[in-house]
């Protein structure tokens, strides 16, 4: 069963046309985390919220916005999708912020700007 | 320098070969550590948490060497499904705000 879901798994855009990715967990955690990972190089943290608290990390640019309207979902927003925004996009869980906890990676969603 | 650095690979090993990847890290402080593995195009997924005192997992062993700030994982009598990419983590608080390694490529052959 499906733990952490992303939709859509694969997402073209046009350059500057404003996109939302969605994620969706059943695990009822806490914390939910984005990630951009560009090919061949490390997933790469973008924000994260635990429970309603937003966490943006200082090198995260301000094309990026997220939401979280209630603990099952997340949702990544790129107001102005530029050619170097083309990578998988991961959301990710973990039932608190603790490094016991494990987090569990949705499948991405590839984004591609045209 | 990055704050993970991993060799990249591939590593091209037959099947029941014993392959070895490090890792090494540069914050001092960093509190936890992990071994992610990658399949192409998917997502990562936890293989296993490292420990100071070095831990063990069927064929998979990893050490910890905080003086010296790497990382080892170990693979005996590899598999053709242990293909895949293997991302070195570490969280440099404590508070799962990981830090990945770009991540060594294993590749099994028959």
């Known amino acids: 069963d499906a733990m952490v879901i992303q939709n859509p798994r694969y997402q073209v855009t046009q350059f500057g046309k404003p996109v939302t990715l969605s994620c969706s967990q059943t695990?009822?955690?806490?914390?939910m985390y984005w990630y951009q990972q560009k090919s061949s190089q490390a997933p790469k943290l973008l924000f994260h919220y635990y429970d309603k608290d937003f966490n943006n990390e200082a090198d995260t640019p301000d094309n990026f916005q997220s939401r979280r309207p209630n603990t099952s979902f997340c949702f990544l927003d790129i107001r102005s999708p530029g050619l170097g925004d083309a990578a998988m996009y991961l959301c990710a869980t973990s039932r608190s912020k603790a490094d016991t906890d494990t987090q569990y990676f949705g499948p991405g969603t590839r984004l591609t700007v045209l | 320098r990055k704050e993970v650095e991993q060799d990249p690979g591939p590593f091209n090993v037959p099947e029941g070969a014993t392959v070895a990847f490090n890792c090494t890290y540069s914050?001092?402080?960093?509190?936890?550590f992990f071994w992610y593995r990658q399949d192409c195009r998917k997502e990562p997924k936890l293989l296993m948490s490292?420990?100071?005192s070095g831990n063990e997992d069927g064929r998979f062993t990893a050490q910890l060497n905080r003086a010296s700030q790497y990382i080892s994982l170990l693979i005996r009598d590899s598999k053709l499904s242990d293909s895949a990419t293997y991302l070195c983590?570490?969280?440099?608080?404590?508070?799962?705000?990981?830090?990945f390694g770009t991540g060594t490529r294993l590749l099994v052959s028959p």
């Open positions: 695990l009822n955690h806490n914390v």
């Open positions: 983590v570490v969280s440099p608080t404590g508070f799962q705000k990981l830090v």
């Open positions: 914050n001092s402080a960093s509190q936890s």
């Open positions: 490292v420990y100071s």
